[in-house]
């Protein structure tokens, strides 16, 4: 057994410490197969996330698109509504139902 002078000395709490810091290290280390673990995990969450932008993206494109062609169809019955108008306001129009 040893006395407590040679546990409280300089050289015991070094070496036990440096013991203990060597058995940290060699029980934190990773295998090589939990790091490919690991890394095949992250890659099927990188591979999702890209699909759910891309398709993402894809929706936000063809609702623009859609917008757009709702904006020129509205634009188009617009103008036929005021062609309309137009005509119906002209004095001495010829009525088509009118079968004169």
Do not use: H, W
Not at 19 to 31: D, G, M, W
Not at 78 to 99: E, P
């Amino acid at each position: 057994m040893r006395c407590p002078d040679e546990l409280s000395s300089p050289s015991a709490i070094f070496g036990s410490k440096l013991r203990l810091k060597a058995s940290i290290l060699r029980t934190v280390s990773f295998t090589l197969v939990e790091l490919l673990t690991s890394m095949a995990i992250l890659l099927t969450i990188v591979f999702i996330l890209f699909s759910a932008f891309n398709s993402t993206s894809n929706l936000a494109s063809l609702n623009a698109r859609r917008v757009e062609l709702n904006q020129i169809v509205r634009a188009v019955l617009d103008q036929i509504s005021r062609d309309f108008q137009r005509a119906a306001s002209l004095n001495g129009v010829v009525s088509m139902y009118s079968g004169t």
